[in-house]
């Protein structure tokens, strides 16, 4: 079975541009997670979606945004891009919300 | 608040050496400890996990015992080998609200084994 895939792999952007991050999760897997990991450091949480709805959300600013789609998979947005966002973007699915989190390759963006 | 924090890196070691990598947590309930491990330019995948107190966790000749006394889960390997060079990361899992969950991570340990 295939694993956690994300698109793109890598990303280069300009600073005020908008970026879409997708993600398709396990099969069968009804949760799907975002996490930001800049350079060095662990990786944090951004959203947390299940069953289509947002369950969760992390200390990111309203330039974020995200949805999952009825097929599970799920889009990461970003506006107005700054050079801190420059960063590897992780996808995570899970069956519940609560349990066996697999992790994708991620999606490293670089903001110029 | 929530937190992992983890033994700074980098750690160096020769092949069959003995590791620890330390892990202390700060949480409110009881929560469940995972290790990660992510290879140069993958994504992170789950090495072991434990969700209870004195409960032990292991795989691929790892092991981490979730201390409550002492809020700790430690990694230990008794022979590493040159393949076992990566990154690792100690984390928690959080409640956020009823029905969803997030994991909050340390800062990550890189390990380089010397053959």
């Known amino acids: 079975d295939a694993g956690v895939t994300q698109s793109p792999t890598h990303l280069i952007k300009t600073r005020g541009q908008h970026v879409t991050l997708r993600c398709s999760p396990i099969?069968?897997?009804?949760?799907v997670s975002w996490y930001q990991q800049v350079l060095g450091q662990g990786p944090q949480f951004i959203f947390q979606?299940?069953?289509?709805?947002?369950?969760g959300r992390g200390n990111f600013p309203d330039r974020f945004s995200a949805r999952q789609f009825p097929n599970y998979s799920s889009e990461l947005n970003v506006n107005a891009l700054l050079l801190g966002d420059s960063a590897l973007y992780l996808c995570?699915?899970?069956?519940?919300?609560?349990?066996?989190?697999?992790f994708g390759s991620g999606t490293r963006l670089t903001v110029v | 608040g929530n937190s992992v924090t983890q033994m700074e890196g980098p750690v160096t070691l020769s092949e069959e050496a003995f590791l620890t990598i330390n892990c202390t947590y700060t949480?409110?309930?009881?929560?469940?400890l995972f290790w990660y491990v992510q290879y140069p330019g993958e994504g992170l995948q789950l090495l072991l996990k434990?969700?209870?107190?004195?409960d032990k966790g292991s795989n691929k000749g790892f092991e981490a015992t979730y201390r409550k006394e002492t809020t700790s889960f430690h990694l230990e390997k008794g022979s590493v080998q040159v393949s076992d060079s990566a990154v690792y990361f100690c984390?928690?899992?959080?409640?956020?609200?009823?029905?969803?969950?997030?994991?909050?991570f340390g800062q990550g340990t890189r390990l380089t084994i010397n053959p």
């Open positions: 949480a409110t309930g009881y929560p469940s």
């Open positions: 995570a699915s899970s069956f519940w919300v609560d349990n066996g989190y697999t």
């Open positions: 979606y299940y069953e289509k709805e947002e369950r």
């Open positions: 434990a969700t209870k107190a004195d």
């Open positions: 099969s069968g897997h009804k949760s």
């Open positions: 984390a928690l899992s959080v409640k956020i609200i009823q029905g969803a969950q997030k994991l909050v």
